[in-house]
């Protein structure tokens, strides 16, 4: 079936400018995620959203980020103003909340974003 | 807090084991992760592991547990051109939360 998508795969912006990032996750998975990766770093956790609770925003560096779940399933990420430490891969990732592997969550190719 | 560290690089020959190393700091993580990065590609996972289990065995890959050292490491056997990738050891604390906590990930190289 089909994966967790991302769009756009590329996005170059002027610094300043606001950027959408969107996801569409697995059809049925109730928990999406996502991470940062910058050059050199690890994966940084920026948000969780788990079907209709709260989500967890506590990765989100700045206010200048924020992320909304339409309908328990699109996802998108704004980053306002955007900087040049924003430059990243922006990857999500969905889950089943229960399963047979409750805790595999599949990953999107991810969104580089570059800021110029 | 959760901290999960691992090695950045690590070069082997075609046909030889490659055995990736991670150290966690949480002593209440509950599952343990293996996942790889493909250039161009996210993440898929590799293999897990409960923290009730010292050793799961999945074909090539060997996940060996050593919680009271809280050190985790992945071993390849006969490793391939195509195991070249970043592997991500990562933790979370289940119990119905799913925050997952990655690594920086380490860096195979296969050398033909």
């Known amino acids: 079936g089909a994966g967790v998508s991302q769009s756009p795969s590329n996005k170059v912006t002027e610094k300043g400018k606001d950027v959408e990032l969107r996801c569409d996750p697995i059809?049925?998975?109730?928990?999406l995620y996502w991470y940062r990766q910058s050059l050199g770093q690890g994966l940084e956790f920026l948000i969780y959203?788990?079907?209709?609770?709260?989500?967890?925003k506590s990765g989100l560096p700045s206010d200048r980020f924020s992320a909304e779940r339409t309908g328990g399933s699109v996802s998108t990420l704004t980053i306002q103003r955007t900087q040049q430490e924003d430059s990243a891969v922006y990857l999500c990732?969905?889950?089943?909340?229960?399963?047979?592997?409750?805790?595999?969550?599949?990953f999107g190719p991810g969104t580089r974003l570059t800021v110029t | 807090g959760e901290d999960v560290e691992q090695s950045l690089f690590l070069s082997v020959r075609e046909g030889d084991s490659s055995v990736i190393n991670c150290t966690y700091t949480?002593?209440?993580?509950?599952?343990l992760y293996w996942y790889k990065q493909e250039p161009g590609a996210g993440l898929q996972l590799l293999t897990y592991?409960?923290?009730?289990?010292d050793m799961k065995q999945d074909q090539r890959l060997t996940v060996l547990l050593n919680k009271k050292d809280k050190h985790l490491s992945l071993r390849i056997a006969d490793t391939q051109t195509g195991d070249s990738a970043i592997y991500f050891c990562?933790?979370?604390?289940?119990?119905?939360?799913?925050?997952?906590?990655f690594g920086i990930g380490t860096k195979l190289q296969v050398i033909p």
């Open positions: 949480d002593s209440s993580s509950t599952y």
């Open positions: 959203f788990q079907g209709n609770s709260a989500p967890d």
């Open positions: 990562a933790e979370s604390m289940g119990g119905g939360y799913q925050k997952v906590t």
């Open positions: 990732a969905s889950s089943f909340r229960t399963g047979p592997k409750p805790y595999e969550q599949y």
């Open positions: 059809s049925g998975h109730t928990a």
């Open positions: 592991i409960f923290s009730n289990m």
